[in-house]
């Protein structure tokens, strides 16, 4: 947690407007050194308080979901499907070191949910990292939504195949085989298929068959790389508000 520890406060600290802010910043601070039960809770009261900034709230999140403290999961799932793509990094650190059984399930109804989709990076590999049941349904849900010529949220499908290659999971052996087939796609796809043991001619036969169709996978082509979408630059998370199955609506 260290590294990423500072990181985050490194970036909130640019982000203080008043001596107020600084006092409550080193506020913040002092109790994660402390790392006291009487700290965690002020924490906690942190989260649900009004009018508390959203660094602030995101800071304590931070340090008590790295201390499996399941009063922070509401609001690193919030975090996980904002509009800023750092802070939904930080959350999904923060949440894969939770073991709150509810995190599984916010972070698959993110992913395969088609409304989200470019926000879906983060809740994609953070299913992979969990290796919960639901990691693998959702992770093939989601890529196989996203196979389609000139997709423009690449990245998102991207992370599916390396997610599914590092679960280990011969369900995703259609879809991964599908992938080859998608420029974009087609290495990590082929890597991953190897993982799982998928014979070379399997994936040969796929090669040849984007070769003949020409190359109109998933962010292939001209029109692949969905210029003019602003997710596609970041494929960042998106505002919401958390909740035990998932996020709908920004903030």
Known sequence: MEEE???????????????????????????????????????????????????AREIAAFILGCAGDKRAFETLVLLLNYRDPVRC??????????????TARAAAALATNPLRTAYALHPVRLLAELRAPQSVPALIATLERLLTPHNPYWRVALACVEGLGALGDRRAVPSLTAAVGHPRLAAAAAASLARLGVHDEVRADAGHQVKEDGPDGA?????????????????????????????????
Do not use: C, I
């Open 89 to 102: 990094a930080t959350a999904a650190h923060a949440l894969g070191r939770l073991g709150d059984p509810r």
């Open 219 to 251: 962010g292939g082509g001209r029109g692949g790389g969905g210029r003019g979408q602003g997710p596609e630059r970041g494929e960042g998370p998106g505002g919401g508000s958390g909740s035990d199955s998932g996020v709908s609506g920004r903030r």
């Open 5 to 55: 520890f500072h990181e985050l406060t490194d970036r909130v600290r640019a982000e203080l407007r008043s001596p107020q802010d600084l006092v409550a910043y080193e506020r913040l601070l002092g109790l994660a050194r402390k790392n006291t039960p009487a700290g965690r809770e002020e924490l906690a009261r942190m989260l649900v308080a009004v009018e508390r900034p959203l660094w």
